[in-house]
């Protein structure tokens, strides 16, 4: 069963920065759109925040992450990327990274056919 890895959370100072990845072992993102998912504490999770399809192009979902995150993906490293800046105390969550193969902007959160377990982000001073 394929599996996404999902690494880089941890505790950030509201303002700082975190950069996550997102790695497939034993196989090529290349033909995948990959996405980026986030879940608050007690909340359900929402998303795509943001993603990146086969080509490289980057669409972000959230209005409000604009200018804070950066999705990039790296197919030489078999990575995808999410960079957060300016972090906030609400982007605490547990961050999962998602994929399908194609090139989709508009796929429903239960169509995504291969996830990670997540990764932890806890934002507080």
């Known amino acids: 069963q394929l599996q996404l890895v999902e690494s880089g959370g941890g505790l950030a100072q509201p303002g700082g920065s975190l950069t996550l990845s997102c790695t497939a072992p034993g196989f090529s993102l290349d033909d995948y759109t990959v996405a980026w998912f986030r879940q608050a504490p007690g909340k359900e999770r929402e998303g795509p925040l943001c993603?990146?399809?086969?080509?490289?192009?980057?669409?972000y979902k959230k209005e409000s992450l604009k200018g804070r995150f950066t999705i990039s993906r790296d197919n030489a490293k078999n990575t995808v990327y999410l960079q957060m800046a300016d972090l906030k105390p609400e982007d605490t969550g547990v961050y999962s990274c998602?994929?399908?193969?194609?090139?989709?902007?508009?796929?429903?959160?239960?169509?995504?056919?291969?996830w990670g377990q997540g990764t932890h982000v806890a934002v507080a001073s």
């Open positions: 993603l990146t399809i086969r080509e490289g192009t980057p669409y």
């Open positions: 998602a994929a399908s193969r194609g090139s989709w902007i508009n796929l429903p959160p239960g169509a995504w056919s291969i």
